[in-house]
């Protein structure tokens, strides 16, 4: 196999950014990730607050940054912010050659806003700010959850001149006021005098969450047309979010700002690696497959993709009337779409705060420790 001819090759050729959703300072600091950049075609990363709480609850990579944490009398907030900044940092300095070749699209590391403040949209847009000034890096993204407080914080964040990736989306209504937020935080921007070219955006729509509570209801519901509808929804969901953004950002209000040098916000499928043993480890990548996506993989799907994944070029143009065929048979099996989305939303928010606060806890007894 050669390198223009793997997977991960043909998946880029297709139009479709791979960043892997994983970061550490082993990883940093051993080359790893480097390696994963020039073998498996990767060009950006992306954390959250489950990933630093594995990251750190495991190894010695940290030890030396949390003596000297400790020592200085930070407590678990401040050195959490400290060691995830450094290692954004760090991993943005890594990515910059490919931030660099692509114009700014890829090369990029996301960071996330602390979860607690998901609903609070002054806290949000402050500490958006905050993590901005600490990487100071050019290829940062800050990730935003796309409540409905998000939304104000995503356009005045945008408006700011800060590059956003939007997280924790999963309805096609509340994705077109993620867009709506992007281009309003455009106009905010535009109206400052800022350059419009050097903001940009990814919306991260998440897939396999989707399944699996979908999945989960057509069980329940126990019918031979309900179980032939499991493992559908997800990327039937995904292929019609990639309609609403061609559709969006061909309208008129679009087409004005990208004549004044705006980026498109670009679709981001997250939550990409298959829960269900029973479907193809790497169905959310091959089914998921067009021009100007992002897909943001955990190594293990990263790693199948490049071993056995089958790149058949564009998977969604096209495939909308099936899409909305499934999402119906689902809904006339009595699985309300309103009722998982808002499910999923509200539980991906409580699940990112245990995680922060396992990371608060895990940074808190290290501190600790190093006294």
């Known amino acids: 196999?050669?390198?223009?001819?793997?997977?991960?090759?043909?998946?880029?050729?297709?139009?479709?950014?791979?960043?892997?959703?994983?970061?550490?300072?082993?990883?940093?600091?051993?080359?790893?990730?480097?390696?994963?950049?020039?073998?498996?075609?990767?060009?950006?990363?992306?954390?959250?607050?489950?990933?630093?709480?594995?990251?750190?609850?495991?190894?010695?990579?940290?030890?030396?940054?949390?003596?000297?944490?400790?020592?200085?009398?930070?407590?678990?907030?401040?050195?959490?912010?400290?060691?995830?900044?450094?290692?954004?940092?760090?991993?943005?300095?890594?990515?910059?050659?490919?931030?660099?070749?692509?114009?700014?699209?890829?090369?990029?590391?996301?960071?996330?806003?602390?979860?607690?403040?998901?609903?609070?949209?002054?806290?949000?847009?402050?500490?958006?700010?905050?993590?901005?000034?600490?990487?100071?890096?050019?290829?940062?993204?800050i990730k935003i959850p796309a409540t409905v407080e998000g939304l104000e914080a995503i356009a005045e964040t945008i408006g700011a001149g800060i590059s956003v990736n939007v997280t924790l989306i999963f309805s096609l209504e509340r994705y077109r006021g993620v867009i709506n937020a992007y281009l309003t935080g455009l106009e905010k921007a535009k109206a400052a005098g800022l350059d419009l070219s050097t903001i940009h955006s990814v919306a991260s729509f998440f897939v396999s969450r989707v399944d699996t509570e979908i999945d989960k209801r057509l069980e329940a519901v126990g019918t031979d047309e309900a179980?032939?509808?499991?493992?559908?929804?997800?990327?039937?969901?995904?292929?019609?979010?990639?309609?609403?953004?061609?559709?969006?950002?061909?309208?008129?209000?679009?087409?004005?700002?990208?004549?004044?040098?705006a980026n498109k916000q670009r679709p981001l499928w997250a939550s990409t690696g298959v829960k269900d043993p029973s479907l193809p480890d790497t169905l959310y990548v091959t089914e998921l497959v067009a021009p100007e996506i992002v897909n943001t993989m955990p190594e293990k799907t990263l790693e199948a993709t490049f071993d056995h994944g089958v790149i058949t070029g564009d998977t969604i143009t096209g495939a909308y009337d099936d899409a909305n065929a499934v999402l119906d048979?689902?809904?006339?099996?009595?699985?309300?779409?309103?009722?998982?989305?808002?499910?999923?939303?509200?539980?991906?928010?409580?699940?990112?705060?245990?995680?922060?606060?396992?990371?608060?806890?895990?940074?808190?007894?290290?501190?600790?420790?190093?006294?």
Do not use: C
Not at 29 to 48: F, P
Not at 61 to 70: C, G, I, K, T
Not at 342 to 359: Q, T
């Open 1 to 141: 196999m050669t390198e223009t001819t793997s997977p991960t090759a043909q998946l880029s050729a297709a139009g479709v950014s791979i960043w892997l959703d994983d970061l550490s300072r082993s990883r940093i600091e051993s080359g790893g990730l480097q390696k994963l950049i020039d073998d498996r075609d990767v060009v950006g990363v992306t954390t959250n607050p489950s990933i630093f709480a594995a990251a750190l609850a495991k190894g010695e990579a940290y030890d030396a940054q949390v003596r000297e944490l400790a020592a200085a009398g930070k407590d678990a907030n401040e050195a959490v912010f400290e060691i995830t900044t450094q290692d954004v940092a760090n991993a943005s300095d890594i990515f910059r050659p490919v931030y660099d070749a692509s114009n700014g699209f890829d090369g990029r590391v996301s960071i996330e806003v602390e979860p607690g403040l998901a609903h609070d949209a002054a806290g949000t847009i402050a500490q958006a700010k905050q993590l901005h000034d600490k990487v100071a890096k050019e290829n940062v993204l």
């Open 227 to 261: 179980l032939a509808l499991k493992g559908k929804a997800g990327v039937a969901n995904a292929r019609l979010a990639y309609q609403v953004f061609t559709e969006s950002f061909e309208s008129e209000r679009a087409k004005l700002l990208l004549a004044d040098g």
């Open 329 to 371: 048979a689902v809904a006339a099996q009595g699985v309300s779409y309103d009722d998982v989305t808002l499910l999923l939303e509200n539980e991906g928010v409580e699940k990112f705060i245990v995680s922060w606060n396992e990371l608060l806890g895990t940074v808190d007894t290290a501190l600790k420790g190093a006294k």
